[in-house]
């Protein structure tokens, strides 16, 4: 193994122990003590990869949200294609149905994001990056949103934007809900919430 590939190996397991130590403890429970004693290396290691605790967490967030937005852009072109070059709105979203019960399923997820955003409350620093990548998730997002409405030829009853921030909202927002909401309840949420939005928008020309 080349020296490259074992510290791309060691920051890969510090990033996981941060996920999980950051869900279950909270971000100030989990120190970098706690997160390299977790992965298995020490303090040094942790610094060698990350300047700070806090550069570790935008890390941390920001290769969340690149993976979220490339998952579900990736989902609704599958659904596209599923529903056919004529197929119905209602039905393209009816093929996104299996992707959306798969939110949620990682518990650690929204509650990761939740004590970030309230980490970023707190901390000026760490909200002007934090918000950066926030910003650019539902950008994201919203062109994959805007996407989905043009190849159904439909205009959205709102601004693609805040259909992206209400998508996000709801599924974060749910885990909030703790046990006595089943993991897989958020995906006939989102669910329900698309369809009412196909179902509200109007037919462009052409």
């Given amino acids: 193994m080349s020296r490259e590939e074992s510290q791309e190996r060691t920051r890969t397991a510090l990033l996981d122990s941060a996920r999980e130590q950051i869900a279950t403890h909270g971000v100030a429970a989990a120190s970098v003590r706690s997160i390299s004693?977790?992965?298995?290396?020490?303090?040094g290691a942790f610094y060698s990869n990350f300047a700070s605790k806090e550069a570790m967490l935008l890390e941390v967030m920001a290769e969340h949200m690149r993976d979220e937005a490339a998952r579900f852009g990736a989902a609704v072109e599958k659904a596209l294609l599923e529903a056919g070059p004529n197929g119905a709105g209602l039905a393209a979203v009816?093929?996104?149905r299996g992707y959306l019960h798969t939110l949620n399923t990682d518990g650690n997820w929204p509650m990761l994001t939740i004590e970030l955003q309230l980490y970023a409350n707190r901390s000026e620093s760490f909200a002007a990056q934090f918000n950066t990548s926030k910003t650019l998730f539902q950008s994201e997002i919203a062109k994959t949103l805007t996407h989905l409405f043009t190849r159904l030829k439909l205009r959205p009853a709102l601004d693609p934007l805040k259909l992206a921030i209400g998508f996000i909202a709801l599924s974060n927002g749910y885990a909030v809900q703790g046990n006595t909401a089943a993991p897989e309840g958020v995906g006939e949420i989102m669910f329900t919430f698309l369809d009412a939005l196909i179902r509200s928008s109007q037919r462009t020309e052409g």
Avoid: K, N
């Fill in 37 to 43: 004693e977790a992965a298995g290396f020490s303090q």
């Fill in 94 to 96: 009816e093929a996104l």
